[in-house]
């Protein structure tokens, strides 16, 4: 894991000061990678994705995991790097679809972390994720049938969340714009 740089100015979106680390959750394809790392950039804070994270300590891909040792096996492994990656230090934390589910990991962000729900129609995270078949809940599947699916299950969860933001299909800009916005509330 990259180590946080020490800063000697203080992190505010407004006035407001940024003293926990900031998690996007949200469905797959909603843009928590790309939303996060233009956050950061925006805020000046360090970016990690927790799905880069349980790959590089496991040296292998979400999907090889899944593949080799299912499911379970990696949601554990995204407990255990979660809870590694809230350390006290101020980030941007972008999460796989999955990782607020769990009621461990979803109880430590609400405690020592500001969540942050990043929301999309359906059918727009439908052709998002159909551009790639690196996802392997969504691979080989009718994806608006499973995220309608999996929203059902889970917006309950991503809820909790004190902060909610569309990411519709407009710029990127205007989404973090939004959560900045947000923030300095
Ligand atoms: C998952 C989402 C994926 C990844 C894994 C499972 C989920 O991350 O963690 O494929 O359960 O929704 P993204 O949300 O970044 O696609």
Do not use: C
Request: glycine share 8%.
């Amino acid at each position: 894991m990259t180590p946080t740089p020490s800063r000697k100015t203080p992190v505010t979106a407004g006035k407001t000061p940024i003293d926990k680390p900031i998690v996007l959750v949200g469905l797959m394809g909603v843009g928590k990678s790309t939303i996060g790392r233009r956050l950061a950039n925006r805020l000046g804070l360090p970016f990690v994705d927790s799905d880069d994270e349980i790959e590089a300590a496991a040296g292998m891909q979400v999907g090889e995991l899944f593949e080799n040792y299912g499911e379970d096996y990696f949601r554990d492994g995204e407990r255990r790097v979660i809870a590694r990656l809230i350390d006290g230090s101020v980030k941007v934390i972008a999460t796989g679809g999955g990782a607020f589910v769990n009621d461990e990991t979803r109880s430590l962000i609400l405690k020592d972390a500001m969540a942050i729900w990043l929301d999309a129609d359906i059918d727009v995270l439908a052709e998002r994720v159909s551009r790639r078949d690196t996802r392997p809940l969504v691979r080989d599947t009718d994806p608006k049938m499973v995220l309608s699916e999996l929203a059902a299950k889970r917006n309950q969860y991503y809820a909790q969340a004190p902060i909610h933001v569309q990411s519709g299909e407009g710029a990127h800009e205007d989404t973090v714009d939004r959560i900045m916005e947000a923030l300095a509330q």
